[in-house]
T-cell receptor, first 113, second 113 residues
Framework: DAEITQSPRHKITETGRQVTLACHQT?????MFWYRQDLGHGLRLIHY???????NKGEVSDGYSVSRSNTEDLPLTLESAASSQTSVYFC????????????FGPGTRLTVT | RKEVEQDPGPFNVPEGATVAFNCTYS??????FFWYRQDCRKEPKLLMS???SGNEDGRFTAQLNRASQYISLLIRDSKLSDSATYLC??????????????FGKGTSLLVTP
């Protein structure tokens, strides 16, 4: 069955380290998204991509970057991890550009100490 | 004003009860609307899309009032398994000629025996 996976599921890292979170989907969806979820804020968009070589900044993009070299993967990199980036990160995808629903991966719980 | 506003609850209801959640959105140009369900520490999962004419899926009924910018979700005959957080989600066109999901912070439901 087609799916969307994230790895690692849990990670603890130190302040200042570079961290990359992986997102892989087998639906062949063009659109992929990264969100973070924190208490009191709900889900907030970090970066998104509408296809290979396309990336765009979301609401809370500072300190994060993404690259899209193929349809299946959108890795999220924290350039220099900060304690404020301790959060749960969700990757999502949708099939076409447009007002469609998105499907979420299981999430990565990141702790920056 | 927040893009999407929901009563956070919690709503504590007995099994078999009917419960309704409401949501308002600020952008009149929003194009599509959804309810997602999120269980503790899990990813959001699409519960149902919301159409102008209203739509029903088993025990769940969703309504949209574009004039009032208001969305509702009605759950009949509540089950213990309905306990979760319900996210109101609005899809709006963004400045990159794409679409972005805006999430409410969620309404917490606890169904008790």
């Amino acid at each position: 069955d087609a799916e969307i996976t994230q790895s690692p599921r849990h990670k603890i890292t130190e302040t200042g380290r570079q961290v990359t979170l992986a997102c892989h989907q087998t639906w062949n969806h063009n659109n992929m998204f990264w969100y973070r979820q924190d208490l009191g804020h709900g889900l907030r968009l970090i970066h998104y991509s509408y296809g290979v070589q396309d990336t765009n900044k979301g609401e809370v993009s500072d300190g994060y970057s993404v690259s899209r070299s193929n349809t299946e993967d959108l890795p999220l990199t924290l350039e220099s991890a900060a304690s404020s980036q301790t959060s749960v990160y969700f990757c999502a995808s949708s099939p076409e550009p447009g007002p469609y629903e998105q499907y979420f991966g299981p999430g990565t719980r990141l702790t920056v100490t | 004003r927040k893009e999407v506003e929901q009563d956070p609850g919690p709503f504590n209801v007995p099994e078999g009860a009917t419960v309704a959640f409401n949501c308002t959105y600020s952008n009149s140009a929003s194009q599509s609307f959804f309810w997602y369900r999120q269980d503790c520490r899990k990813e959001p999962k699409l519960l149902m899309s919301v159409y102008s004419s209203g739509n029903e899926d088993g025990r769940f009924t969703a309504q949209l009032n574009r004039a009032s910018q208001y969305i509702s979700l009605l759950i009949r005959d509540s089950k213990l398994s309905d306990s979760a957080t319900y996210l109101c989600v609005v899809n709006t066109r963004n400045s990159n000629s794409g679409y972005a999901l805006n999430f409410g912070k969620g309404t917490s439901l606890l169904v008790t025996p």
